[in-house]
């Protein structure tokens, strides 16, 4: 198990960034966190999942920095015809 599961208790959540009213899932384990395509009220709240939540993206980079022991950063894709950044596309990876 990584530091991340011991540091934390759980091997995965999910974290609630209000600003952009994204939601993101947070596996300790292999170490990666992404935006899951689910609803705050009809997926997260009714789930009953435990999640942390967050002002912004930088609170939650704070927070994902502090819990791998080590930077992190985003990654993305971008649609090669239209450059735009594909939907659910983000995430952050442990290296």
Same mark, same amino acid.
């Given at each position: 198990?990584? $530091?991340?599961?011991? $540091? ?13 009213? !994204? ?18 009220? !009809?997926?997260?709240? $009714? #789930? ?9 993206? $930088? ?16 990654? #993305? #894709? ?6 735009? !950044?594909?939907?659910? #596309? ?6």
């Amino acid at each position: 198990m990584l $530091k991340d599961d011991i $540091k934390t208790g759980k091997n995965a959540e999910y974290a609630y960034i209000v600003q952009t009213q !994204e939601i993101w899932f947070i596996d300790y384990i292999i170490g990666i966190a992404f935006i899951a395509p689910i609803d705050f009220r !009809e997926g997260l709240l $009714k #789930s009953g999942r435990p999640y942390k939540e967050f002002n912004d993206i $930088k609170d939650f980079q704070d927070y994902m920095d502090d819990t791998f022991g080590h930077e992190i950063e985003f990654e #993305s #894709s971008v649609d090669p015809t239209t450059m735009q !950044e594909q939907t659910y #596309s983000r995430r952050i990876i442990r290296y």
